[in-house]
């Protein structure tokens, strides 16, 4: 089966993202480190799970934003991630959780980011 390319306009990047920074902001919550390897391994698991690809170097970058809206911008956005917090953002499923209000603000910044 050939993997459909993830495009740049295509909504999966913002998903992808918002994915990202909340599985970054959840271990950081979790282990109180910013975990890259973490996050490298699950943009690869989530493009697996989804049969997209992602050139490496998009990868990076996608990997990068993620770390830096987890960081810096949710803080400023008014979203903390806390330990007691951290299972409201996903699905038994390990999806996002879309009814959850930081998983809807940390979308608006990732659609901005993007």
Do not use: P
């Amino acid at each position: 089966m050939t993997k459909a390319e993830l495009i740049e306009h295509d909504s999966a990047r913002a998903d992808l993202l918002c994915f990202l920074v909340a599985i970054a902001a959840a271990s950081y919550a979790l282990t109180e480190e910013w975990r890259v390897d973490h996050v490298v391994e699950c943009c690869r698991r989530w493009l697996r799970k989804k049969e997209l690809k992602m050139h490496w170097l998009d990868r990076v970058q996608m990997g990068q934003l993620a770390l830096k809206i987890a960081s810096k911008d949710l803080l400023e956005a008014g979203v903390a991630v806390r330990l007691s917090s951290v299972s409201a953002l996903f699905t038994d499923e390990m999806e996002l959780n879309g009814s959850s209000t930081m998983v809807q603000r940390m979308m608006a910044l990732c659609h901005d980011a993007l």
